[in-house]
């Protein structure tokens, strides 16, 4: 597809079966913002399990509008099914999230120190290259 016609389509789509399947665009997201922002407030990092649940939201607000809507449905339980594993695979292996910059003042440190970090605790992780712009 070229993408003009992936544009057309888009457009095709929110101003069609979208706009009809999940209604107001604006309060659409709104609401999915609203959950976003009760699940990131009670989260310190984001985890694949949080994704699984976030997205779990997204087919909730859609459900708000249109409860009838069965793909909605069918990928909410997709979602649960991928976060209740994730979440147990977390616990399981006790993975920490990939964060560059944990605790304070960590955003003023040369790229390199904590790019080192990162690679110690996830060598199997291929991270980019980066000079530092300090000296």
Partial sequence: MKRDEILDKAKELI???RAKDYGDAFANHQRIADGWNIILKSVGEV???HVALM???VKTSRLLETIDHMD???DKAGYTG???EFAS???TKAQEPLNLFKGNGRINEPVEKIM???QEKHPDVTLPTFKSSQT
């Fill in 72 to 74: 909605s449905w069918i």
């Fill in 89 to 91: 695979e977390q616990n």
């Fill in 82 to 84: 991928l976060g209740a």
């Fill in 55 to 57: 997205m779990d939201w």
């Fill in 116 to 118: 080192a970090e990162v």
């Fill in 47 to 49: 985890t694949p399990a």
């Fill in 15 to 17: 101003n069609g079966p």
